[in-house]
């Protein structure tokens, strides 16, 4: 018998289109489809016979959000594929790319996306009357990150001078400099993100799933490194395949993702639980600040998440620019040519691990390609948790409970757009 | 400031894409706030959760029509507004969504999907113009945050949005950029229509044509210069399908002018 049923289309405040069905049973599990309506799009069907060259601007396209995590994993999965070796000035400089993205993106996700759901409005104009230095501070945050990525990919969404083997343009010394200041400056404002959302302790939802993050033995989760679980599982990257199985449902235009049969999530509270010794000393101290307790299993959690990352990612950019300003920094491009290959990159994009695989034939064109989105990986988890959540909202007015549903949805920042598309293995 | 009866009820719709241009209208933390002080923004699902059944003043939509349910509700979105803006290369060229063009869906779907019975898709992807009237385009990938609030003031003002019939040559000569096309790059900025500010090539990277062909573009001569610098029959169809592959002349144009070339 059914006791509840909810029926939420086009979920808001998450990028692309999705829409969630549920049915509470009196003596049954809750049947739960999180339906991925977003149209198909076909990448890496229509990515074949393009050059090397071309894969990542083709694919930065997949997302506008997380463009530079989709550029980067490309790049670095063609070269692996090629054998061509970027030099160190090409993978710091695409490090801080991607915490650019990370910048942007959280401090988009946690004001704009969910924080109006913790303080009763439907957008941020709405919290405008009451939270208008909040607005205006995230705004900034928000920015910080865009001027990253354009200074050093050459514009925010589509980054364009990330080229196979390095970069044709690069930052200037003084420019560098000037992005350093304004990184610092945002430490206290990245601090106050944190303590703003140490405030929310509600509503939370703790449940035990496994957490999968690219683990580096140097650095805390972005660039490079091996698929770990905190279940100790650890995979290299090429060999993804035998780690995460995927499966086609019938109501999404996306795969479901599992590793040893069990649903798993990524993402800021995955990264936190699997690496958190090694974050930067500020953000060891803001955790212990607003008492947030590692390893987490409350999802809603992944909010906070992101706000001690976002703490975290602006010191390792520092870090970052401090090492660069001390070398001569040079447009500079490896040397490379077409050959047959193939081989996969990892890199941790906002939302979690961001897989990219290609095959070339011996002219450099793509013969086969294969993305796992994060959003693709945390599906199978999402229904998990809703399952769990679902027959603890009889109690509450239809209004009440399908905002908290769409909370958890939002608290997994999906990116819905990203994850329809799938390579079946070939 | 105007009052809120006499601010235009905007909103915006995203058929499919990368979300890449409603993203850069809230890139506009400066301005973002001005903006939303002058227009009626009820409906942007990205950014809010409030729903608005229209009639809309000013409705923007972003992204391609890739399955009939978008069809139909693009037609919706029609009907319900004053004004309808095509917003950024999915919308107004296929973008990159129209590489499935001149391919076999079943194939593609397959190859994505393996058991594809369940995906429903169209085999051709279309500019939106060419199912419904479309008012403006906003062209790029993704749009350009200075054209957007440039279209916005025009519109909010009762003028009339300027269109840049020129190509991106002379946004990149205006910039004082080396001619990558000298430098032996192959760059599609003498066909393409300006409004970049020559984004990609003032980080060294030649143009990829996402604004779409300028009016009465020298098709044919592009190609020339193409193969003088060696390029294949390949090539220069790759270069020219990335973000125009649904640009009818545009292609037509180029198939005229490889059949005598190379075929």
Known sequence: MVVAKFDIKHIARVEGHGDLFVEVQKSKEPHVEMRVTEGTRLFEAFLRNQCFAEVSHVMSRICGICSHSHAVAALRAVEAALRIEPSHQTIQLRKLMLLGDMLESHALHINFLALPDYVGARNVVEMLPKYQKEVHRALQLKKLGNELMELVGGRHTHPLCAVVGGFTHVPSLTQLESMKKRLRAAIADAKAQIELMGNFTDPQLVRRSQYLAVKHPKEYPIHDGQLVTDTDLQTSVPEYQTMIKERNVSYAHAKFSEIKGKPFVVGSLARLNIAYGQLSDTAKQMIQQVGLKLPSYDIFQMNIGQAIEYLHYLDHAIEIIDELRRTKLEPHVAKHEARAGMSAAAVEAPRGVLIHRYTFDARGKVTSADVITPTAMNYANIEADIRALAPTLQDLSKEEAELKLNMLIRAYDPCISCSVHYLHTC | ?263
């Not at chain 2, 209208?25 to 729903?51: P, Y």
């Not at chain 2, 300006?194 to 090539?201: E, I, N, P, V």
Request: a negative charge; glycine letters at 8%.
């Open chain 2, 1 to 263: 400031m105007p009052t809120e009866k006499s601010k235009p009820v905007v909103a915006f719709y995203g058929l499919t894409c990368c979300a890449g241009c409603q993203l850069e209208v809230l890139n506009l933390e400066e301005e973002l706030l001005d903006i939303l002080g002058h227009i009626n923004l009820v409906q942007f699902r990205m950014g809010s959760s409030a729903k608005h059944p229209g009639p809309y003043d000013v409705c923007f939509v972003e992204g391609s029509v890739t399955n009939e349910a978008e069809l139909a509700h693009l037609k919706e979105l029609r009907e319900k507004s004053k004004v309808l803006v095509a917003l950024g290369a999915c919308a107004t060229t296929g973008g990159v969504n129209a590489l499935r063009n001149g391919r076999n869906i079943e194939e593609l779907k397959q190859s994505v999907y393996g058991d594809a019975s369940h995906v429903r898709t169209l085999p051709q992807i279309q500019p939106l113009k060419e199912y419904v009237k479309v008012d403006y385009e906003l062209q790029g990938c993704p749009i350009a945050g200075d054209e957007f609030i440039e279209f916005l003031t025009a519109l909010l003002t009762g003028g009339e949005p300027s269109e840049k019939n020129y190509a991106v040559c002379v946004e990149c000569r205006l910039k004082e950029n080396i001619c990558l096309m000298k430098e032996g790059e192959l760059c599609l900025g003498p066909i393409t229509r300006a409004g970049c500010g020559a984004r990609c090539l003032s980080v060294g990277f030649p143009c990829e044509g996402c604004w779409g062909p300028v009016p009465q573009a020298n098709v044919e001569s592009e190609i020339n210069m193409f193969s003088q610098k060696g390029a294949s029959f390949d090539v220069v169809v790759r270069k020219f399908r990335m973000f125009n592959a649904s640009m009818e002349d545009f292609m037509k144009q180029l198939k005229k002018r490889l059949d005598i070339e190379w075929l």
